[in-house]
Structures are given as structure tokens and as C-alpha cells.
């Protein structure tokens, strides 16, 4: 079955990156785009860009251009986002998502979510 | 940005009551346009895509409808696990798009 197993939850000070990996299994890795989506306590659901696995393109929202790098490593079938320069607002849960359909439509698969927490 | 505004923000009801959600595009999406379920602490389930199909497993009591930009979710007969936060997503055009959510509640 298909899954999505990301890292565990994560403490930063502000102006620190952090990076978040998220493992696939259950399908082939290169075949479908990863999607990440945030969620701020309390608060909606943001996405943030997309990774084709199979070429390494990526494509970010304006939000987070310039501190957002999304990469993947195919032989371990894993993506990674990276965000820099956090500040509290970044406090929030990520997902990693898998797109599915045509040209990514919907998003079907979800990783479980990592909490990263940026506190001074 | 395509801006997607749901309503209600909010909504309490009753097991066995009829309600309706609505999500409205700022502009066309054509049927690029998805429904989600969340719960709290898990990550969203997806409902519907293609603005009508619903998600393998997804109880008929959901139903979804197009017409224009705008789109409505119906839950016919309200069980107590579709309580929820439920949002609509844009995929016409980068970057995706949710609504804000429309938390339903019971009363």
C-alpha cells in the first residue's frame, strides 16, 4: 500500500533551517510528484510547491521563494524540503503529499505530518 | 493567486441532518477542484476530485457539485464521524489553492 513516512518533529530557533524528509513506499517513487502543504496551529491549509521526482524540477509558491529547497535521493525513494531563515510564523505541521491524477489534480496520499516549532 | 472562499466558516447540525458546504473560485478552475476531510491531529482525507468523483470508499452520503466556480459539498444524512474541518482545493493553476475550511460541529 502506498505510504508516506516523514521525520520526526523538530525544535529551531529563528533564523535557523530545517529539513524534512518524507519516505514513499508501495509505489514507484519517480512515477508521481510530491506536493508539500503546511498547516499553522489552529489555522488552514497552505501549499507550498512540487518536486517531480523522475527530473528533480520543482516549482515554488511566491510565499516561500528564495528560503524553500525541495530535493529528492531515487535510490532511497525519499524527498526532503528544506525551509531557511524560520521565524515563528513558521511554527506549523508540513505534509508531504503525493499528487495524483492528471498533472498532479488531486492529492490522495498524505504523509502523517512533522511539527516544527520555532521558538526562541 | 486563484482565491477559494468556503462557507459557512462554520456550522453545528445534528446526526441524521442535511447540510451543504460552498466553495467559490475567484475564477474558472474548470473541474480541477477537490474536497478534503480533517480530522483533529490527522492529515486531510481526500472526498472528491474532479469536483464530482468521489474518493474510492467515500460514502455515497457524500455528494459534490459543480456549476461555474462555484461548488457545493452535501452531506445528505450527517453520521458522527463526518465531523469534521472540510476544504476545497484548486488545481487549474499554480500555486494550488485551499478555502479557508468550514468546521461542522455538532449540535
Known amino acids: 500500500q502506498v505510504q508516506l513516512v516523514q521525520s520526526g518533529a523538530e525544535v529551531k530557533k529563528p533564523g535557523a533551517s530545517v529539513q524534512v524528509s518524507c519516505k514513499a513506499s508501495?509505489?514507484?517513487?519517480?512515477?508521481?510528484?510530491i506536493n508539500w502543504v503546511r498547516q499553522a496551529p489552529g489555522q488552514g491549509l497552505e501549499w507550498m510547491g512540487w518536486?517531480?521526482?523522475?527530473?528533480?524540477?520543482?516549482g515554488y509558491a511566491q510565499n516561500f521563494q528564495g528560503r524553500i529547497t525541495m530535493t529528492r535521493n531515487t535510490p532511497l525513494s525519499t524527498a526532503y524540503m528544506e525551509l531557511s531563515g524560520l521565524r515563528s510564523e513558521d511554527t506549523a505541521v508540513y505534509f508531504c503529499?503525493?499528487?495524483?491524477?492528471?498533472?498532479?489534480?488531486?492529492?490522495?496520499?498524505w504523509g502523517q505530518g512533522t511539527l516544527v516549532t520555532v521558538s526562541s | 493567486d486563484i482565491q477559494m472562499t468556503q462557507s459557512p466558516s462554520s456550522l453545528s447540525a445534528s446526526v441524521g441532518d442535511r447540510v451543504t458546504i460552498t466553495c467559490r473560485a475567484s475564477?474558472?478552475?474548470?473541474?480541477?477542484f477537490n474536497w478534503y476531510q480533517q480530522k483533529p491531529g490527522k492529515a486531510p482525507k481526500l472526498l472528491v476530485y474532479?469536483?464530482?468523483t468521489l474518493q474510492s470508499g467515500v460514502p455515497s452520503r457524500f455528494r459534490a457539485v459543480e456549476s461555474g466556480t462555484d461548488f457545493t459539498l452535501t452531506i445528505s444524512s450527517l453520521q458522527p464521524e463526518d465531523f469534521a474541518t472540510y476544504y476545497c482545493?484548486?488545481?487549474?493553476?499554480?500555486?494550488?489553492?485551499f478555502g479557508q475550511g468550514t468546521k461542522l460541529e455538532i449540535k
Open positions: 482545493q484548486q488545481t487549474y493553476t499554480y500555486p494550488y489553492t
Open positions: 474532479d469536483a464530482s
Open positions: 475564477q474558472s478552475v474548470g473541474t480541477y
Open positions: 503529499v503525493r499528487g495524483d491524477g492528471y498533472s498532479s489534480s488531486w492529492f490522495a496520499y
Open positions: 518536486m517531480n521526482p523522475n527530473t528533480g524540477n520543482t
Open positions: 508501495g509505489y514507484t517513487f519517480n512515477s508521481y510528484d
